[in-house]
């Protein structure tokens, strides 16, 4: 699938499309769904735009960019973080999260964003790796230490080598 309308929101979002998000993150994440009931914001960590995917009236795919300042070796960095990415069951494997990810980074650049970050299950390195993002295998400071960390570069800069620290909670 090519050429998806997908829409660009800076956060807050409209009511009814958050409410919409909510119930597309508990379908795609159900054992997290206590938290996305009530909340986009993963670890309390609120995106500064999101991109959302609707088809026949309802959200159908979602991504929501954090963007932070990070520490690497020492030195500050900012990054669009990826906060949960998710696509409806029937719709998988059409090419939708690869469209909203694609876009999502598209949005990080013209904001002059430099790098990206995620955090995903092992499972999932292929498909982010197959968008051009690169598993770290820095230090990660964070507290959930199941997830693998991919950075992506965005620009010319080099993501810079050294332990990362998030500066808080992952998102
Ligand atoms: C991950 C996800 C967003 C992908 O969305 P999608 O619209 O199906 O993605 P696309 O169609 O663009 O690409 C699918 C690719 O991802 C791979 N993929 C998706 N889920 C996968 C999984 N759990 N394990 C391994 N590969 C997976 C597919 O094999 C496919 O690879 P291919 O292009 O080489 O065939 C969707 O499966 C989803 O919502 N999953 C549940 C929530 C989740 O895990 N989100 C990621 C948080 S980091």
């Given amino acids: 699938m090519n050429n998806l ?3 660009k929101f800076n956060e807050p979002l409209p009511e009814n499309v958050d409410s919409a998000v909510r119930d597309l993150l508990c379908e795609c994440f159900p054992s997290d769904r206590e938290v ?6 993963w670890h309390g960590s609120a995106p500064v735009y ?25 030195v500050f960095v900012t990054i669009a973080g990826i906060q949960s990415l998710a696509v409806s069951g029937k719709l998988r494997g059409k090419g939708v999260g690869r469209q909203l990810m ?3 980074i598209n949005e990080a650049v013209k904001r002059d964003i430099y790098y990206g970050l995620l955090f995903c299950v092992p499972e999932l390195e292929r498909f982010y790796a197959s ?3 690169i ?4 230090k990660v400071m964070m507290a959930d230490a199941r997830n693998i960390t991919m950075f992506k570069e965005l620009a ?16």
């Fill in 5 to 7: 309308k997908i829409h």
């Fill in 36 to 41: 996305f009931s009530h909340t986009r914001y």
């Fill in 50 to 74: 999101s991109l959302v995917y609707r088809e026949h009236n309802r959200v159908a795919g979602y991504v929501g960019i954090v963007v932070r300042k990070i520490k690497v070796d020492n």
């Fill in 102 to 104: 694609i876009e999502a």
């Fill in 131 to 133: 968008l051009g993002w």
């Fill in 135 to 138: 598993k770290t295998s820095e």
């Fill in 156 to 171: 010319e800069e080099k993501f810079p080598n050294g332990d990362i620290d998030l500066q808080g909670r992952d998102w």
